[in-house]
Every structure is written in C-alpha cells, then in structure tokens.
C-alpha cells in the first residue's frame, strides 16, 4: 500500500514537472510571437513613413509583401539615431564640464 502511495506521488510529480515544462514552452513561443509582430510592425510604421503615409493602413499589397526590404532602413536610422544621440551627450557633457569651471 505505502510504494502505491509512493508510485502515485512520484507520477504526480512526473505530470506536474511535464506541465510546468508544456506551460513554459507555450509562454516562450508566445513571447518570441510577439517580439517578431512587433518587428514586422515597426517595419510596416517605416514602411509607411518612408512612403509618406500617416498610418500603416494605407500600404499596399506589394509593400507589405516586399516589407523585408525595410529592414536596411530600418537599421541605417537607427545607428544614425545612436550617432546623434551619443554627439549629443558629447556635447553636453563639455557643457557641464564649463560649467563647473565657472
């Protein structure tokens, strides 16, 4: 009776580990799902920028099917945005440092 007892805990245990590890993976998968939705709609938001649109609702079907093709823009704006970014606390920082001086 008590190595039933023990069998019975020890499968609980097996179907609860085997739970968490199905709930863990489903939650990653989730979250790497949203991360690339998230991506696609940053680059559909240049698409439409770089077209001159206001919103992405009014891209057509070929750029939303070509929207890859954004991805290079995409990076070129954001290491010219770190290039300003980093001139501007360059620039900052010498201002604090005059004006300490004074």
């Known amino acids: 009776m ?3 007892e023990e069998l019975r805990k020890e499968r ?15 939650r990653m ?3 790497s ?6 991506e ?3 680059m559909m938001e240049l698409a439409a920028s770089s077209k001159g649109f206001s919103s992405i609702v009014h891209l057509d079907f070929d750029t939303l099917q070509h ?10 704006f954001i290491l010219l945005f770190l290039i300003v970014y980093n001139w501007f606390l360059w620039v900052f920082s010498i ?3 005059t004006k300490k001086g004074k």
């Open 29 to 31: 998968a989730k979250e």
């Open 95 to 97: 201002y604090l440092e």
């Open 12 to 26: 609980d245990a097996e179907r609860r580990k085997a739970a968490l590890e199905k709930a863990t993976a489903r």
């Open 40 to 42: 696609q709609l940053e």
């Open 67 to 76: 929207i890859e093709s954004f991805r290079g823009e995409q990076f070129i």
């Open 2 to 4: 008590r190595q039933r």
């Open 33 to 38: 799902m949203e991360l690339i939705e998230d």
